[in-house]
Each structure stands twice: as C-alpha cells, then as structure tokens.
C-alpha cells in the first residue's frame, strides 16, 4: 500500500460544484500539504499544515479551503469549482522534527472542471 | 526571494549517453537542494538532496548531483541514460530555518532518451 495516499484519482466536475480531495497518510509524519501542478509551472503550494491545529496558507489559496481531520488526514475542497482550478493536484507529507527532510507525494488526483 | 529556474524544458539524450538536467537557484543563505522525479500517472518520488558537505551528491537510481555555490547550481547527472529514465524532474529548493514549507519547485524538464 502506498504512504500517501489520495482519492479520486480522477474526477471530472462541473462549474460550481463543491469538490473534495482526500489525502491519508501511514508515514506518521506531521507536515502536510496541498500542491497544484500545472504545465510550464512545476508544483504551487495551495495549504499546508504542520499539525491538526495548525493550517496555513500557501501562495494560492484562493478559492480553496483544507480540513486536517486528524494527523493522518487532510482534505482539500473547492467551494465552488471554476475551469482554471482543472490541474494535477497532489498531497505531501514531511517529517516535521528534521529541517532538511524531503517530501513523500501521494501519485496525483486529475481534476477537470467542465 | 526564493526562486528555481530549470532553463530546459526538455532533454534529449541517447540511451547510453551521459545526461545533464540542469538547475540554478535563488535563496538567502545556504539553501537544502532536492532532485524528484515524476514518471507517468505517478506522484514525484525522491531522487536526491545536497544539504552539506561533498558537493556531490549521489542519489537513486544512479543519479547524482553537483552543487556549485559560486554559480548557485545544482544540476542533475547521470553517466549512461537508460530508456527507463524518460520521465519528467524537479529541481526544489528551500531556505533554511524555514519551517519546512517553503519548499520552491523549478517548473520542471521533461528527459526524453532514446534507444
């Protein structure tokens, strides 16, 4: 089973509907986060979280909102889906206690707002 | 601030041949430096990490890594591509006494090797 993990893999939406993304995690790590990937512009953050209480936004979280429901769960929803948030999103885990530590990502949701 | 810049977006290279993935940076500091790598339909997974010490970094796969502070690089290496290596990389990199999050990611170079 993978570490990270995130469901839909694949969803197609229309404009205006509330999507969630979720995200799991058995890596016990207790940094979290929320990416977007587009073409041409590598990975944006959106949200992150560095425990449950504590949530954060990244340089795009407009039209975005994250839920950390418990140190292995944090969801990512879009109130109202527009046709500029279709991209690859991707959630990430750290280990929170080593600086220099790398990321562990999930394998990618593909959403498409139509 | 922080910046990545990958000036590639693709690489062509014949199976065989030695590859370089190219990277500069843009940070205050002495900065920690990753290489991931995204294959299809996949998540990125980690290929390596300068954080001190060797300027060269060896990581998975074969893959290795030179970091030059004068020229604030940190390019990708491999000796002899492999078909198995087309994939899409990311150079990130992160400031220091940063909390962790600001992680900056380079846009990416797709690799492409022939057979």
């Known amino acids: 089973d993978a570490d990270v993990t995130q469901t839909p893999r694949n969803r197609i939406t229309k404009t205006g509907k509330r999507i969630m993304l979720e995200c799991s995690q058995t890596?016990?790590?207790?940094?979290m986060y929320w990416y977007r990937q587009d073409p041409g512009l590598g990975l944006r953050l959106i949200y992150y979280?560095?425990?449950?209480?504590?949530?954060n936004k990244g340089e795009i979280s407009d039209g975005y909102s994250v839920s950390r429901q418990a140190q292995a769960k944090f969801s990512l929803s879009l109130e109202s889906a527009i046709p500029n948030q279709t991209a690859l999103y991707f959630c990430?885990?750290?280990?929170?206690?080593?600086?220099?530590?790398?990321?562990?990502f999930g394998q990618g949701t593909r959403l498409t707002v139509v | 601030a922080q910046s990545v810049a990958q000036p590639e977006d693709q690489v062509n290279v014949a199976e065989g041949n030695p590859l370089t993935v190219k990277c500069t940076y843009s940070?205050?500091?002495?900065?920690?430096l990753f290489w991931y790598v995204q294959y299809p339909n996949r998540g990125l997974q980690f290929l390596l990490k300068?954080?001190?010490?060797?300027?060269l970094v060896k990581g998975s796969y074969g893959f290795e890594a030179e970091f030059n502070k004068s020229q604030t690089s940190f390019h990708l290496k491999k000796p002899s591509a492999l078909v198995s290596d087309s994939a899409l990389y990311f150079c990130?990199?992160?400031?220091?006494?940063?909390?962790?999050?600001?992680?900056?990611f380079g846009a990416g170079t797709r690799l492409f090797v022939k057979a």
């Open positions: 990430a885990t750290s280990d929170g206690t080593v600086q220099n530590t790398e990321a562990f």
């Open positions: 890596k016990g790590h207790d940094r």
């Open positions: 979280s560095f425990d449950v209480k504590d949530i």
């Open positions: 940070v205050s500091g002495n900065p920690y």
């Open positions: 300068y954080i001190t010490g060797d300027n």
């Open positions: 990130a990199v992160r400031a220091p006494n940063t909390g962790g999050f600001k992680t900056i």
